[in-house]
Each structure stands twice: as structure tokens, then as C-alpha cells.
């Protein structure tokens, strides 16, 4: 791969995602948490191994207690409810 085509000795890399803030809005939450669902789910197809969802209402300065909780869900309904994680190839549309 990589490291070995640069000299360097291959180690297992730990792929870490995150929400972005760059397309969210301060005037439609809501629509941010779909925006956020999305990324997440390019996320896990893309195999990344931790995932940081940002809470939908934190383009507006800080965010609530529910909003958290929908953020630390959105990835474990979307891997374990969804069965993204056991699916050879999610965006292929194939369950299983």
C-alpha cells in the first residue's frame, strides 16, 4: 500500500470520521441531523472504524442533551439496526 511504496513499514491505520460542519445550518437543525445521517452512512461504507457525529443544532453555538444522544445514535441505528457493518457492499444496495 501506501507506507510500503514510501520506505515506511506497514501498520494498521485506524480510520476516524467525522461530521462536517462546512454544510450544516443555523436556521434548519433538523435538516442538518439528515445532512449528518447521510455522511455517516459514506462513513461506514468507506469502512471507517470511529465516527464523530456532530449534534445537529451545533451551528447554532451549542446543542442539547437530546441532540447529543441523536448524534451518538445515528451511527449505531445505521450499523447495527441498518446491518451496514454486515453487508459486503452497502451502497451496492445488496442487504446480504
Do not use: M, W
Amino acid at each position: 500500500g501506501v507506507q510500503s511504496a514510501c520506505g515506511l513499514t506497514p501498520v494498521p491505520a485506524v480510520i476516524h470520521g467525522f461530521t462536517t460542519a462546512v454544510n450544516k445550518s443555523v436556521l434548519d437543525p433538523h435538516t442538518n441531523l439528515l445532512r449528518a445521517t447521510g455522511e455517516t452512512f459514506a462513513g461506514l461504507c468507506a469502512g471507517a472504524e470511529i465516527l464523530t457525529v456532530v449534534p445537529h443544532d451545533a451551528p447554532a453555538g451549542s446543542s442539547s442533551e437530546v441532540s447529543r444522544r441523536l448524534a451518538r445514535n445515528v451511527p449505531i441505528i445505521l450499523a447495527e439496526e441498518c446491518g451496514l457493518r454486515d453487508v459486503a457492499a452497502p451502497a451496492g444496495g445488496a442487504r446480504y
